[in-house]
């Protein structure tokens, strides 16, 4: 992992190869100087595995790193409660660093939807999250990320995007 622990940095555990596209396209709109501030991980193929991982892996880094914030970001299936489900394997003293984000189907939908190709949603997500705009977020396949996405911004903007 290139990130350096003991500055501000984030995790991201997808769930799937789409998922992985879209957070490495993210990574990609990142000023240089900023790209070693977020890592993205291996594929974990599937929700309930993103979770085990979590676990059984990055609880324990994350109570000795605690300038490490993670981002799971799954496929919510068409399963309105699956944040809730997510956030229930949550330990309460990480709560405020962890952050549950994806499509209401899977990426594939986004694409289906003419959002782009997972270059172009990815970047267009770093362009929403540091301009803060909703262009690509508040798509209808999106939009059910609005407060995990509210908390996620207040957080990561002055790593990703300082003013």
């Known amino acids: 992992m290139g990130v350096n622990k003991d500055r501000p940095h984030v995790i991201v555990l997808p769930e799937d190869d789409g998922n992985r596209q879209l957070a490495v396209e993210f990574q990609a709109q990142l000023d240089p100087s900023r790209q070693r501030q977020m890592f993205v991980d291996n594929v974990a193929r599937g929700w309930i595995k993103v979770l085990d991982l979590f676990e059984s892996v990055h609880i324990a880094e994350m109570n ?4 490490r914030s993670m981002v799971l970001l799954i496929d919510f299936d068409g399963h309105p409660d699956r944040v809730q489900q997510a956030k229930n394997r949550i330990p309460n003293h990480l ?25 172009k949603i990815g970047s267009d997500m770093a362009t929403d999250c540091r301009e803060g705009t909703n ?27 300082p003013v």
Do not use: M
Not at 96 to 119: C, H, M, Q, T, W
Not at 139 to 156: F, K, P, T, Y
């Open 64 to 67: 000795t790193c605690p300038a």
């Open 95 to 119: 709560a405020d660093r962890v952050f549950i984000l994806g499509a209401f189907g899977e990426p594939e939908d986004l694409k289906r939807a003419n959002l782009g190709s997972y270059e």
């Open 135 to 161: 262009a690509t977020w508040g798509h209808e396949l999106l939009q059910h990320n609005a407060g995990e996405l509210d908390r996620l911004r207040e957080h990561v903007r002055p790593i990703f995007f």
